[in-house]
């Protein structure tokens, strides 16, 4: 099966040059999802390139009677962040003009979404699809709009003309995947979100992390608030309803690699979730006791994030994966001063039980910088 492919241009530099982004649609031979796989949106977290370019490889060689839907592909979708340097770091996790992270700036239909309680009421006989069909409808209409303030005489910050292009490429969507790693060294895990938890164990990773809480217009949040917001209006109404839209974020491993492991567990998760959904029909898939898949689950409001107490020199951290107990020492930070004292160590304890799943790359810290996190 051969993608259709299409390059959107994005952003034209002071230079002249052009930076844009490609899109591979594979189109099955029978209707179905819609499912939107994008990575590389913070500049340092490459792995998830690796695992479309795989991806597509491996599409390649199915039919499109294997494929019931379609399936839309953007790798390096943030270009201007991936091409960010600082010598020999890749940082690219914010937009530096604008001060803004470039996984916080999406359009959120949810809080412009004029009288919501309303609309699920005039929706509380008709059919899920009626449903989810008339909603979307509201959502591509209000997002329209936007464009007219982008195509104005006085424009838009070049954040919002981004978010434009990309959430134009996934706004009907029905499975949104945003492949990440951290920015630093990081365990291979996902974020998702309330009533989801029974697609969670298909990406067969080890740990999820349900996002109870929000920083606020990240891609995945963007996507389906809404639809966790309608369904949270049907069931004031008393209508128990669960829509067929999922967001997911993979976090596959560490910053500034392509890490083999994680490649090939995020390349394996998302073929075992699109066979499950009925996507995808490949031979020996899904694997065999995959719906039975063992996890560890956490909540975003229990990650505590560690951060030097003073500056100096990280040493003898725990490391990347292990358990921790409250109480036991996490790092030690060999601290210098300008006072005309010996240097110092100073010690620092677990507040809670947990597991470190992030840890810095960087081991000299200033003061107030993150050294780990715990969940």
Same mark, same amino acid.
């Given at each position: ?117 309303? =609309? ?22 209000? +997002? ?36 990440? #790693? ?33 920083? $606020? ?25 669960? =829509? ?45 006791? #995959? ?5 560890? +689950? ?12 003073? $500056? ?8 990347? $994966? ?54």
């Amino acid at each position: 099966m051969l993608p259709t492919i299409s390059t959107i241009p994005l952003r034209q530099m002071a230079s002249g040059d052009v930076f844009s982004l490609q899109v591979y649609k594979f189109i099955g031979a029978y209707p179905g999802k819609k499912v939107y796989i994008q990575s590389n949106l913070h500049g340092a977290e490459i792995a998830g390139n690796a695992v479309i370019h795989q991806f597509i490889e491996f599409l390649l060689t199915v039919n499109d009677t294997d494929l019931t839907g379609e399936i839309w592909l953007v790798p390096v979708c943030n270009p201007i962040g991936t091409n960010a340097r600082a010598q020999h770091f890749s940082p690219g996790r914010y937009c530096i003009y604008e001060a803004k992270d470039w996984n916080r700036i999406f359009w959120d239909y949810e809080k412009e979404a004029e009288d919501l309680a309303a =609309f699920a009421k005039s929706q509380l006989h008709l059919d899920l699809e009626a449903v989810k069909q008339n909603y979307h409808a509201s959502i591509q209409q209000k +997002f329209t709009q936007l464009l007219e303030k982008i195509n104005s005489p006085s424009g838009v910050p070049y954040t919002e003309r981004f978010r434009y292009k990309l959430q134009s490429l996934s706004l009907d969507a029905d499975y949104l995947i945003d492949l990440h #790693s951290s920015t630093n060294q990081g365990l291979n895990y996902l974020y998702y979100f309330r009533n989801r938890e029974e697609s969670t164990k298909y990406f067969l990773l080890n740990l999820g992390i349900v996002l109870d809480e929000y920083d $606020g217009d990240a891609f995945d949040e963007a996507f389906i608030k809404p639809w966790l917001a309608l369904e949270e209006c049907f069931k004031n109404l008393g209508r128990e309803i669960k =829509f067929d839209v999922e967001a997911w974020t993979l976090e596959l491993g560490t910053g500034m690699q392509m890490n083999p492991d994680s490649i090939a567990k995020g390349l394996l998760g998302i073929k075992n979730y699109l066979v499950h959904k009925g996507v995808l029909q490949i031979a020996n898939f899904p694997l065999e006791n #995959s719906d039975k898949h063992e996890m560890t +689950f956490s909540a975003r409001s229990k990650v505590k994030k560690y951060y030097a107490p003073v $500056g100096g020199m990280i040493q003898l951290r725990v490391e990347l $994966g292990r358990e921790v107990k409250a109480g036991e020492r996490l790092y030690q930070i060999l601290n210098f001063n300008k006072e005309g004292k010996l240097p110092k160590v100073i010690d620092v304890f677990a507040e809670q039980d947990g597991l470190v799943y992030d840890v810095s790359t960087n081991q000299a810290v200033n003061e107030g910088e993150f050294v780990l996190g715990v969940i």
